[in-house]
């Protein structure tokens, strides 16, 4: 067990996840001297290549190298972060292939994760993976599991991704959770797009974001579990 508790642990599928809803919320805990964690499950090796790379191998490597560049952009990989206790986890689970995983390994990622560091605060996806993507279900349902098998008092608090935008798919928007809690990280938007762009295989999936929610550049907004 880490004598470091943290303030906040991400657990998300894919590089990039980390940037979009959470970047501001991470660089404003790391500033304060508040340590973070990050565990990314996958490499992204099934995502699209804009052309930037060959075969999903090459992809894999590309989109680690972005990760790492963001998290340096963040703050989160830095020397003085790791000196604080923060923390990155990078695991090699096939992309858009978690659900076909044996979900006790899965969770077991999680359940150390969440043992070992004790964050304060718990951030994944909710339910619905925010737009239905296997991999953020699946990812949402590791990280739960993992949260339920800790004692009721020494669970961190739940907090999933959500927009106040409900999602276009009627099936998705029957499941849409509310935002209730909000940070304003303008004063990080300069990094947060540094850290955005540093994911370059990712900018279609970036312009898609910006296009359709533009507004949680500056403002990034979650559901925390049993606040209301």
């Known amino acids: 067990m880490s004598d470091v508790r943290l303030k906040l642990l991400l657990i998300v599928p894919h590089p990039y996840d980390e940037v979009y809803g959470a970047s501001g919320t991470l660089m404003r805990h790391l500033d304060a001297g508040e340590p973070c964690g990050l565990v990314t499950l996958t490499r992204g090796e099934a995502g699209r290549t804009l052309g930037l790379a060959g075969t999903p191998e090459e992809l894999a490597r590309l989109r680690e190298v972005e990760l790492r560049a963001a998290l340096e952009v963040i703050g989160l990989t830095t020397p003085e972060a790791r000196a604080q206790g923060s923390v990155f986890e990078h695991h090699h689970f096939p ?44 990812t949402h349902r590791l990280a739960k599991a993992a949260w339920d098998q800790l004692p009721a008092d020494g669970r961190p608090r739940l907090w999933y991704y959500a927009s106040d935008i409900p999602p276009e798919n009627e099936e998705l928007r029957a499941t849409w959770i509310r935002p209730n809690t909000r940070h304003d990280v303008t004063p990080y938007i300069t990094r947060k797009l540094q850290a955005i762009g540093c994911h370059r295989s990712q900018a279609l999936s970036t312009v898609d974001f910006m296009r359709k929610f533009p507004q949680r550049l500056t403002t990034e907004t979650f559901h925390e579990v049993g606040l209301d």
Request: zero cysteines; hydrophobic letters at 35%.
């Open 95 to 138: 992309d858009k292939y978690l659900i076909d995983q044996p979900f006790e390994a899965l969770v077991e990622v999680a359940h150390h994760a969440l043992s070992t560091y004790r964050p304060e605060i718990l951030l994944t996806f909710p339910p619905n993976g925010s737009n239905g993507h296997p991999d953020h279900v699946t």
